[in-house]
């Protein structure tokens, strides 16, 4: 006779079933130990007494699918998030960006988007408008619709403002936005150049041509075979030389960092996509930035 967590964990199993047969979502990928406690804490919450009662209502109803994908996605997010890895992308990276007449970004797993504002401040500060696209991507359609409004509560930019600073910004954060009721709203002009979207990491197509990709405590809650899938996704979508940021307790393996990869900073999950040729890893920075300077110049 199976325990009650047995049966439990047999009914979480066949719910994701379910869900990969209607939705095309398979749970499987994510690691076991905090998938199954964020799905208990959905359920404590849910109104129904087990998933088995849960299982025709999520099957049935995209609405109740929805409140589940949300409770099992953990989207905590803030602004300048590790700000010393936001003063890298500030101090080193963002001037390679600069050589370049246009730059593409993807932020895989953007949440709420605060991740994505705050790239769009640093683009901003130097100088680079209408020269970036920033296309910030997440699987959970309920926090790309907070992203794409930019409204964000008042009591978080305290913390957002000192974030900012320690990051190495100069400026007034609160110019950034406007109040209204308790809330703040993000300029228009930074969201100009950000493009919301739903993307499954698991299933779907990498986007092309980034010269920076930033997907940042996500692979955390995937199995390694899965976490090896989205490096090989950010591996076709970066151009030779771009740059591939993950999250602090996310690194790439000595396999990959020795093939394709050189680490770009230290203590960080800072990586640089290596040139077919490694001993020409320089050269289309300073070229662009020749022919960037040749047509303002000669
Ligand atoms: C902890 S948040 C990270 C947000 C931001 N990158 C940061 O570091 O502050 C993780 C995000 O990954 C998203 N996510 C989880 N599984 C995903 C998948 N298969 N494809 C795309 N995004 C996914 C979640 O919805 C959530 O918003």
Redesign the pocket.
């Known amino acids: 006779m199976m325990n009650s967590e047995e049966i439990l964990k047999l009914e979480v199993r066949l719910l994701c079933e379910g869900i990969r047969s209607v939705y095309g ?1 398979d749970f499987s ?2 690691s076991e130990a905090s998938f199954l406690r964020r799905c208990k804490l959905w359920l404590s919450n849910s109104g129904f007494s087990s998933f088995s009662e849960a299982q025709s209502r999520v099957l049935r109803d995209p609405v109740t699918f929805e409140s589940l ?2 409770g099992i ?6 602004m300048f ?2 700000p010393d890895f936001f003063m890298v992308l500030r101090q080193k990276i963002i001037p390679y960006l600069q050589t370049y007449p246009f730059i593409k970004i993807w ?6 988007g ?2 994505a504002y705050s790239m769009a401040i640093l683009l901003h500060e130097a100088g680079m408008q209408g020269r970036y696209r920033i296309y910030a ?4 359609e309920r ?1 790309l619709q907070q992203a794409k409004d930019g409204i964000f509560p008042i009591w978080q930019m305290q913390s957002y403002s000192q974030s900012y600073q320690a990051a190495g910004g100069t400026a007034c954060f609160s110019d950034y936005y406007t109040e209204a009721y308790g809330h703040t709203i993000f300029m228009p002009e930074l969201k100009k150049d950000l493009i919301f979207s ?7 197509a990498e986007p092309g041509e980034m010269n920076l990709i ?5 692979l ?3 199995k390694p075979e ?1 976490k090896d899938r ?1 490096i090989a996704l950010f591996n076709r979508a970066l151009v030779s030389g771009g740059f591939l940021c993950l ?1 602090s307790q996310e690194s790439l393996s000595t396999r990959e960092l020795f093939s394709l990869y050189e680490k770009f900073a230290p203590h960080r999950s800072i990586y640089r996509k290596k040139y077919a040729n490694a001993s020409t890893s320089e050269l289309p920075c300073t070229r662009h930035y020749r022919s960037a300077r040749r047509g303002v110049g000669a």
């Open positions: 979502y990928d994510y994908l949300h996605t953990v989207n905590v997010t803030e998030r590790d932020l895989a797993g953007c949440s709420t605060e991740e991507t997440d699987i959970n926090v739903q993307h499954n990491l698991l299933i779907d930033l997907c940042r405590n996500v955390i809650y995937f899965m989205c999250g």
